[in-house]
């Protein structure tokens, strides 16, 4: 199983052969089984100037710090109201599944 039934190439990215059910991100979240991701933004952020791997080594450092806080937060959480540990997980913006012909989810 995974949240992302494709591979990424030049050519931008080509579905997994083997998908045996397609479930949309969007119809997971109307369905309330995955809540809406995070998106982490900088105020008064300016790429200008900023090389695109620059620009993507920042987002990535963003993005584990804001994974690390969250872990941080809800350690503290179980720890103060006894209970389970629950792991966080970062949430991407990649492109979003389109439903395969036959799919139930239209």
Do not use: C, W
């Amino acid at each position: 199983m995974t949240a992302t039934p494709f591979v990424e190439t030049s050519k931008g990215p080509v579905p997994f052969k083997n998908v045996i059910y397609d479930y949309p991100l969007g119809k997971a979240m109307a369905d309330g089984f995955v809540k809406e991701p995070a998106v982490v933004t900088r105020k008064n952020f300016n790429p200008a100037g900023m090389a695109p791997e620059e620009i993507e080594r920042l987002k990535l450092e963003d993005g584990v710090r804001l994974h690390e806080s969250v872990k941080v937060e809800l350690e503290t959480y179980a720890r103060e109201s006894g209970q389970e540990i629950v792991k966080p997980f970062p949430a991407g913006d990649r492109p979003r599944q389109q439903p395969t012909p036959g799919s139930s989810f239209n």
